[in-house]
């Protein structure tokens, strides 16, 4: 279920009720009460694919989220009772009057007859005894977290991804968020002037398939790990194409805020899914899709993720519905005739690659000359083993000082650590991302996506993959040039040229040179603000500490002869205590 987290109401005789899934055999979501003092339990109404369960104080009426839209119904005879009522899946049984189409969320009962609810900037308040509604519009303004003043880096080598432009000696000049002179610039007048010789500078990473957006169900830290490693690894941007609204929307707000830092986030949203059995995901005509869509829009959704709806009609009814309200729209992509459809219907790309490897001239130019972004997920692509645990196998990565730093010890340690040794030609990535070379070279285009699948390292793996029939150049475009495209993004995105946001990493080493040097940075500026790559320390235009993070300590963690491992359970410097994991005493 999307729910994230079980909202309980108090309703007739002061019982406390929630929603609480069930499995099998009877599945669905029920409706459990206890009395206050947590005694006589008891369930009352069960519904196939319920979100939110709320009685009415009187226990006459049942209004319930499904599918992102809001229901109301009568409750069976008596109210609330002791004998279970089930909601089938005929619905023609069930006296449920929709309230909502275009979306809706969390309702409420104000009294016995006044239900509440909400959908975006959309305020809803209906009236079961006239059966109207009234609507109000919100807006709520919050200062974006933008930083004020100029500040110059410079002597460094610059990969502009502008037409290829290299620089091999060059200043940028920074101004509030945006890029204000490139190349040879003066300092004089600057207020902060950072030497970065020796050092190369390309755009800020765009992940296009990024799922970080997960760990914390719709709790969210100040100090969030899924977000602030993908900074610290040179991710500036990201797009989540399929994400629970209700974690993604306001995390990406609050990044904006200031609140969390981490890189800027974009998002589907939901995906819209056929058959999830909710009724109000069901496609059945123009007029749904077009609900479906504004639903998301009114979210906060930059592009629609279509989840292969199963028919042509549905998809070019979705493909119509994104256009008449101004989005992109991609799906999840399967074989390669369902991919060739989704073009020609009228998307701009698609995610994941194709089943079948490798790719013929024909199908090439077909979806070059469309204009097709292929977004092959590298990392979760080939037709065996999955491309992510080459690098596994590659090297160990559990005992990266970066990786450890950031990541908690339970979601680093359990999996990088079990490393599948194979043949490298067992894994098939060189053939994917030739057949998303042989789509750019017939004027198509490409797109980095890591999958969320290994937090701040797997963007770099895809990069260096696609490296492997890009060339380093081509590999470094398609991370951050072919990415603000698909986003829709490239006036302010993509690469370092007057005018556009101050997006950059600042690597050690050149990855012209050696493609494996962007992960390898001194610093990293999102819109101006530049942090530490390794802390993500600010360091301007505030000297300002990260905080606290999460370590796997190196001197509680021991490897014995016989190569397992053992963990000091006296110690408090981040190692796992008692099972549990703790943060540092310092920064």
């Not at 306001?250 to 909710?278: C, K, M, Q, V, Y």
Request: include cysteine.
């Amino acid at each position: 279920a999307r729910r994230q987290l079980p909202r309980p109401s108090v309703g007739p005789e002061g019982r406390v009720f929630w929603p609480e899934e069930r499995g099998a055999p009877t599945r669905g979501t029920a409706l459990i009460s206890v009395a206050a003092d947590g005694t006589d339990r008891q369930e009352h109404v069960t519904f196939p694919a319920a979100d939110e369960i709320i009685p009415s104080p009187d226990g006459a009426y049942v209004a319930f989220q499904e599918g992102d839209n809001v229901y109301v119904s009568p409750m069976a005879a008596g109210g609330i009772g002791r004998d279970p009522q089930r909601i089938e899946k005929r619905r023609a049984a069930f006296p449920a009057t929709a309230l909502t189409r275009d979306g809706g969320l969390f309702p409420r009962w104000r009294n016995a007859t006044t239900l509440e609810y909400s959908s975006g900037p959309a305020f809803y308040v209906h009236h079961l005894e006239t059966g109207k509604t009234d609507t109000t519009r919100l807006r709520l303004s919050v200062p974006r977290a933008l930083p004020t003043g100029t500040v110059a880096l410079t002597n460094a080598r610059i990969v502009t991804l502008d037409k290829r432009k290299v620089i091999e000696r060059g200043t940028i000049v920074v101004r509030g968020s945006r890029i204000a002179c490139v190349g040879q610039c003066s300092t004089t007048g600057v207020e902060r002037v950072v030497n970065v010789a020796g050092k190369t500078i390309i755009p800020g990473i765009i992940d296009m398939h990024s799922h970080h957006y997960r760990e914390w169900r719709g709790m969210r830290p100040r100090h969030d790990f899924e977000q602030a490693i993908y900074l610290a690894y040179g991710v500036t941007t990201t797009l989540d194409v399929s994400m629970y609204s209700q974690n993604m929307f306001p995390t990406a707000e609050l990044i904006e805020a200031g609140e969390i830092i981490g890189p800027r986030g974009f998002s589907t949203g939901d995906n819209i899914t056929a058959g999830d059995g909710a009724r109000a995901n069901e496609i059945n005509n123009p007029r749904d899709a077009l609900a479906m869509v504004r639903k998301m829009a009114d979210w906060g959704a930059t592009s629609i993720k279509q989840y292969a709806q199963p028919r042509r009609d549905q998809r070019q009814w979705m493909a119509e519905a994104s256009r008449t309200v101004g989005m992109n729209e991609t799906s999840e992509g399967g074989f390669f005739l369902e991919n060739l459809g989704f073009i020609m219907d009228g998307q701009t790309g698609w995610e994941h690659s194709f089943s079948e490897i490798p790719l013929y001239s024909d199908g090439a130019k077909f979806l070059g000359k469309a204009g097709a972004t292929y977004s092959p997920t590298l990392v979760v692509a080939g037709p065996g083993a999955w491309s992510i645990e080459y690098w596994f196998q590659e090297s160990e990565v559990w005992k990266d000082p970066k990786q450890r730093k950031w990541f908690p010890w339970r979601a680093l340690v359990p999996h990088a650590r079990v490393r599948a040794l194979r043949p490298v030609t067992d894994y098939s990535y060189p053939l994917t991302a030739q057949a998303m070379a042989d789509i750019i070279a017939e004027g198509g285009w490409g797109a980095l996506g890591s999958h969320g699948e290994h937090h701040g390292l797997a963007p770099h793996w895809e990069l260096w993959m696609g490296a492997s029939a890009l060339g380093n150049h081509g590999a470094l475009e398609v991370a951050s040039v072919h990415g603000a495209r698909f986003l829709g993004a490239d006036k302010d995105l993509g690469s370092i040229e007057v005018g556009k946001l101050a997006d950059l990493v600042i690597l050690n080493a050149n990855p012209l040179e050696n493609i494996r040097a962007t992960a390898d940075a001194q610093y990293v500026m999102k819109a101006g603000t530049l942090y530490d790559a390794m802390s993500l320390d600010q360091i301007w235009p505030k000297a300002v500490p990260f905080g606290p993070t999460y370590w796997v300590n190196e001197d509680a963690l021991q490897i014995n002869t016989k190569g397992t491992d053992t963990f000091d359970k006296d110690s408090r410097a981040g190692a796992p205590a008692g099972g549990r994991a703790v943060p540092p005493k310092k920064p």
